[in-house]
């Protein structure tokens, strides 16, 4: 069974800064493309960022985080983390990191196999 645990999460005014990570773990699991949605209240579930390969470092960004989130994962701990700066009200959502294990597509949830149980981002005005 895989597991993901996310972490990181809490309250913050706008224009400071959080650091998200997930964990994966289970037996023989190596995580392939890995990634961060999110949901607010009353409104889909939609993408953030994705690490899409465990080589190369190859990476996207939703429009709406892109030059603010960043990326990155230890591929050793099977970990990846979200830095988020300069954040916004607009930010405010429960966040959730997904794991498959292979790559491909990233934006699609549903192309996803593995999800944490989320952590809540809230950033006041």
């Known amino acids: 069974q895989v597991q993901l645990v996310e972490t990181g999460g809490g309250l913050v005014q706008a224009g400071g800064s959080l650091r998200l990570s997930c964990s994966a773990s289970?037996?023989?699991?190596?995580?392939?493309?890995m990634g961060w949605f999110r949901q607010a209240p009353g409104k889909k579930r939609e993408f953030v960022a994705a690490?899409?390969?465990?080589?190369?470092?190859?990476?996207a960004y939703a429009d709406s985080v892109k030059g603010r989130f960043t990326i990155s994962r230890d591929n050793a701990k099977n970990t990846v983390y979200l830095q988020m700066n300069n954040l916004k009200p607009e930010d405010t959502a429960v966040y959730y990191c997904?794991?498959?294990?292979?790559?491909?597509?990233?934006?699609?949830?549903?192309?996803?196999?593995?999800w944490g149980q989320g952590t809540q981002v809230t950033v006041s005005s």
């Open positions: 997904a794991a498959k294990p292979y790559t491909g597509s990233y934006r699609n949830s549903g192309e996803y196999n593995y």
């Open positions: 690490s899409i390969s465990s080589i190369g470092g190859r990476t």
């Open positions: 289970g037996r023989t699991f190596i995580a392939g493309t």
